[in-house]
């Protein structure tokens, strides 16, 4: 082989939607995807401003992309933005499927309201994504979708039922489409993520953030930017026979 087939990045000719990229580990897989070639659309809720700053981040060091707001517990919306940029761009190969909601609340004390909210914005926020996507992958015979889990699924936590179980559901998700759509050339995968020093972590309570740690083998939180290459690795060729696995990268914690 020539030395130009080492230099091209893998992702290079590819579009990739990451949902809650508009900081923590969001923000983390967006950069990482666009270094190694992907044009990337930063999916955010709310956050505008801090979509913005990924995505000058992204531009700044040379990558591609765009922000777009998605509420991902909306059909409707996610289909027409999926829709939209599949139109625009002729494709898109991979999405990330990273938005998400947790809240602290004792299942003895919390609402058939609050259950749902959880379930809709993780679990349902999720398949809205994948669905959306599905029907031009199978078009282009093509694509890769990656779910973020929790280690709260092997672990359990309390006060995070609604949660565990919506992040529960999405590992069982990844593996019912993956068997399903793997045959017409779509992989289906999932990370599942520890103690990282990003996200929703960084908001914890640091004396909970301390019980943590004191439990990981590797001694420490994870970094942003180690969950972002495992994720890479997934939506790449490199991981060409993954197939429905769900990759702890949890420093040990779950052990």
Known sequence: MGSSTWSEPPLAGRTALVTGASRGLGAAIATRLAHDGAHVVVGYRRRAEDAQRVLDTILAAGGSGECVAIEITDAAAVQAIVDELVTRRGSIEILVNNAGVARDELFAMS?????????AHNLDGTANCCRAVVRPMLAAGRGTIVNVSSVTVQRGRPARAAYTAAKGGIEALTRALALELIPRGVRVNAVVPGMFDAGM??????DLVEQWAAHIPAGRPGQAEELAAA??????DASSYVVGQCLIVD???SL
Request: overall charge positive; hydrophobic content about 45%.
């Open 111 to 119: 609402s058939a309201d609050s259950w749902r909210e959880s379930l």
């Open 201 to 206: 972590f960084k908001r914890m309570r640091r």
């Open 231 to 236: 994720v890479a690795f997934l939506v790449s």
């Open 251 to 253: 420093g040990g914690l």
